[in-house]
């Protein structure tokens, strides 16, 4: 086994073993440091890395000591054995399992701490926490709690660390006892942990999983300062600093809770942790509370690390999103935009530069080559998410800009365009375009952000979200993207009239052709289509739709359709089964023409027992009749 404080082999096959040297300028060298008050930095977490090392042996050298470490070695290689065999196992044979474990950790028990900070034994451990009885728990909580805090900033330990709060803290059932668990690690340590990334990633998923109310009020509140008081209003008691204001403008603490919180918060950004779910919860207390100051210096610092595409997925990032976008000025917002209109790789890239300090260039021909794909656009990728859609709407309705918007993002949309109108998601930002209103959103808290966000106007410029206006704003969009929209619309009408998600679209859409010219094709498109031999009546979306548009449109489309019908009433109703078609009809101005034709056949229409289309018919059939009896 090699080892690095041995010496060469001596001719006779024996080893030489060179001792360590034990001066005191040695030790003053490892384990002191003046400048920084008698301790190195980062102490606890060298002390259990040397623990483990071979150059910071803490007994003699020699071959006795060459045996100690063997012996640790052959453990450890032991444990990491059982590791495998464990993972063998797959999800059965839980008793197994646990037997597995057991005999592990009885190979490194003792030195379970230090050995926590190395990937293969993290994964032990972790998986002795996760599959282990209690017994196995409490072995491994005994010597790793003393060292939660130093594991939760390590990038194997902060796992475990993690691990150890679902699995062992939750199940504390008295809840003094488990906040007293949760103080060891967190408190005093909150507003450090939230500026390393894997301490901020355990207190982040403390704060979304695990945490309680009471719990998330009391840790929370050591960003706010000690002057800080919570509310005691029933209904205002969350973890929220907007509604706990009053009680701080009267003891006048606003000014210097919000100044410290926006350090914090701007420490967190410089280290890229804006896609951590606590920081976003302090950046929205900072866009509520601060003054204008305050606000504009945590924007700018959000636009410059282009955080938008990148936590506009969430809602709280959704909601940062919108804030920017509203107290935004002019060119703030074309930053914003064009930071969505970058590719996936670019951002990529560039974070890959921040963290290693040069690019990638062997990668550059293929990047360029994706770059191209309009399916890695953020805009793109933004509008396919539910609370991406609603910021990618929200700038169709305040950007005053739409030339820039038209460049930057709608020229990505055109590309691929016939894969949004059928998404769930994507195609909303588009019927929002032909509707202008936020109920093409559908989710509750979706809407209530699009149409709810509590603005302060005195972050707006002039007061107001845009100069030109929402409808004004809209016809510049439809003017530019709508012959595109109409151009998908037709290519693809046979599939969209039938989708889920199509057929909303095409009803937008048509609706829009009574006053808008570029949208008339859709009409003599939807005629055409119903000719076609291949058109499927019987599905429940070309149901309703065509129903929709036969009874919204006084005249083109009406009369086209009914022309078509004329004389064949009898083949749309048994035949092809379309007697959604002659119902509609009936409630037109053609209503009575078409009672006309069908009156000599209603002895059949009644009589149908089976489909539902044509047993509607038979009821709208003798409402009409003594309709036009009259």
């Known amino acids: 086994m090699n080892n690095k404080n041995t010496g060469k082999p001596s001719s006779g096959g024996k080893k030489d073993f060179k001792k360590p040297s034990f001066s005191s300028s040695n030790n003053n060298k490892k384990g002191f440091n003046k400048s920084e008050g008698g301790f190195k930095k980062n102490a606890p977490t060298k002390r259990l890395h040397s623990e483990t090392s071979s150059e910071n042996r803490k007994d003699g050298g020699g071959i006795s000591d060459f045996k100690k470490k063997l012996k640790r070695e052959d453990s450890t290689t032991m444990a990491k054995r059982a590791l495998d ?36 034994m993290s994964r032990l451990l972790q998986a002795v926490l996760k599959y282990g009885n209690e017994k196995l728990r409490n072995i491994v909580i005994k010597e790793i709690k003393g060292d939660l805090k130093v594991l939760s ?35 005093g340590n ?41 509310t005691n209003e029933e209904s205002k008691m969350n973890d929220s600093l907007k509604d706990s204001l009053d009680n701080n403008i009267k003891t006048g603490a606003v000014l210097t809770i919000v100044s410290d919180l926006t350090k914090i918060v701007q420490n967190a950004l410089q280290k890229r942790l804006f896609d951590l779910a606590v920081v976003q919860k302090l950046i929205i207390d900072v866009f ?40 935004a000025n002019e060119k703030e917002r074309k930053l914003i935009v064009r930071s969505l209109s970058r590719s996936k790789v670019d951002v990529a890239g560039s974070a890959e530069e921040n963290v290693d300090g040069e690019g990638a260039e062997e990668k550059q021909k293929e990047d360029d080559l994706t770059n191209s794909d309009p399916h890695n656009n953020l805009a793109v990728l933004a509008s396919q998410d539910c609370f991406g859609s609603v910021v990618v709407s929200y700038l169709f309705k305040c950007i ?33 375009l032909l509707t202008g209103s936020s109920k093409v959103f ?5 809407t209530k952000l699009f149409d709810e966000l509590e603005l302060r106007k005195e972050m707006m410029k002039d007061g107001v979200l845009s100069k030109k206006g929402q409808d004004k704003i809209r016809q510049e969009l439809l003017l530019s993207f709508g012959p595109s929209i109409v151009t998908g619309i037709c290519e693809n009408l046979s599939t969209l009239i039938a989708d889920t998600n199509g057929h909303l679209v095409v009803k937008e859409a048509f609706a829009l052709s009574t006053e808008n010219k570029d949208f008339e094709p859709i009409s003599a498109k939807l005629l055409e289509l119903i000719q076609s031999k291949d058109f499927d009546f019987h599905n429940i979306f070309v149901k309703t739709t065509m129903s929709s548009i036969i009874l919204k449109s006084e005249g083109g489309f009406c009369d086209g359709v009914f022309k078509l019908v004329k004389g064949h ?8 089964k379309a007697s959604y078609i002659i119902s509609a009809l009936l409630k037109t101005k053609h209503g009575r023409e078409v009672y006309n034709e069908i009156s000599k056949f209603e002895k059949a229409i009644q009589e149908e027992k089976t489909d539902k289309n044509i047993k509607f018919l038979a009821t709208v059939l003798t409402t009409k009749k003594e309709e036009f009896k009259k």
């Open 153 to 187: 900033s390590n990038i194997y330990g902060h796992k475990l660390v993690m691990k150890v709060m679902k699995y062992h803290v939750v199940k504390i059932k008295d809840q003094k006892e488990r906040l007293e668990f949760y103080k060891e690690v967190f408190f």
């Open 85 to 120: 065999e464990f993972l063998q196992l797959g999800e059965k044979k839980r008793s197994k399992k646990i037997d597995i474990l057991e005999t592990a950790l009885e190979y490194i028990e003792g030195s379970i701490s230090s050995l926590s900070l190395r990937s293969d």
């Open 288 to 327: 509520e509370c601060g003054d204008s100051s305050h606000v504009k210096f945590t924007l700018y610092d959000l636009i410059e690390a282009g955080a938008i595409p990148l936590i506009l997925h969430t809602l709280l990032g959704c909601k940062i999103s919108l804030l920017c976008i509203a107290y």
């Open 569 to 576: 009433c009898k083949q749309y109703i048994f035949e092809k």
């Open 400 to 432: 005053d800009d739409t030339v820039l918007l038209n460049q930057k993002i709608l020229k990505h949309f055109r590309k691929v365009l016939s894969d949004l109108l059928h998404h769930q998601q994507a195609c909303k930002p588009i019927r929002y």
């Open 190 to 230: 909150m507003k450090t942990m939230i500026q390393q990334r894997f301490s901020g990633e355990v207190l982040d998923y403390c704060y979304t999983e695990l945490w309680n109310y009471t719990e998330k009020r009391f840790f929370v509140q050591e960003f706010y300062g000690s002057d800080f008081l919570w």
């Open 442 to 446: 559908g989710n509750s808290q979706a």
